[in-house]
T-cell receptor, first 115, second 111 residues
Framework: DTGVSQNPRHKITKRGQNVTFRCDPISEHNRLYWYRQTLGQGPEFLTYFQNEAQLEKSRLLSDRFSAERPKGSFSTLEIQRTEQGDSAMYLC?????????????FGDGTRLSIL | GQNIDQPTEMTATEGAIVQINCTYQTSGFNGLFWYQQHAGEAPTFLSYNVLDGLEEKGRFSSFLSRSKGYSYLLLKELQMKDSASYLCAVRDQSSWGKLQFGAGTQVVVTP
């Protein structure tokens, strides 16, 4: 068990560019979640998958954001035409689905900075 | 929706006890989680409550009262490494996936 892995750890890009982040969950976990966190705030839910199915999306996830989990293992989060307000830490988490008390285990996140 | 309130910051001395309160409003409660987050790091799971009462795990305990929409996290025998943000998160019945987090309580442990 190597934990949840996210790449890259940091991303700096110019406004208007597209960015893509990757998340590799804990291997036996079939649920995968994306959150966004800004300084001084708790994580805000963006979306989650059970296996390859995207089961819920937040209203925060505008049409510039898209997430995929094509084979039910790793996931990608893409942001198109980035804006300065997209600057944040993007956190991925995973959990098993068999018991309701299973916690979500978080990765170290990808910090996005928009110039 | 859910509103989750917790204090912004608390300061305590090494070896002391600190209690972090969390109040929430939810349309259908389905579990409350506490996470610890050091600056620049991932949140790490501390405890889970779904029924009323106290859950104890070593130096950390968490309490829940569903009728009052209230939980607390108790940290005993504080150590310097406990300086971190503590996040209260609630799950409701409409979603088995989404956690709604509070803004976090920054605990500062002083020598």
């Amino acid at each position: 068990d190597t934990g949840v892995s996210q790449n890259p750890r940091h991303k700096i890009t110019k406004r208007g560019q597209n960015v893509t982040f990757r998340c590799d969950p804990i291997s036996e976990h079939n649920r995968l979640y994306w959150y966004r966190q800004t300084l001084g705030q708790g994580p805000e839910f963006l979306t989650y998958f059970q296996n390859e199915a995207q089961l819920e999306k937040s209203r925060l996830l505008s049409d510039r954001f898209s997430a995929e989990r094509p084979k039910g293992s790793f996931s990608t989060l893409e942001i198109q035409r980035t804006e300065q307000g997209d600057s944040a830490m993007y956190l991925c988490a995973s959990s098993g689905a068999h018991h309701s008390n299973q916690p979500q285990h978080f990765g170290d996140g990808t910090r996005l900075s928009i110039l | 929706g859910q509103n989750i309130d917790q204090p912004t910051e608390m300061t305590a001395t090494e070896g002391a006890i600190v209690q972090i309160n969390c109040t929430y409003q939810t349309s259908g409660f389905n579990g409350l989680f506490w996470y610890q987050q050091h600056a620049g790091e991932a949140p790490t799971f501390l405890s889970y409550n779904v029924l009323d009462g106290l859950e104890e795990k070593g130096r950390f305990s968490s309490f829940l009262s569903r009728s009052k929409g209230y939980s607390y996290l108790l940290l005993k025998e504080l150590q310097m490494k406990d300086s971190a943000s503590y996040l209260c998160a609630v799950r409701d019945q409409s979603s088995w996936g989404k956690l709604q987090f509070g803004a976090g309580t920054q605990v500062v442990v002083t020598p």
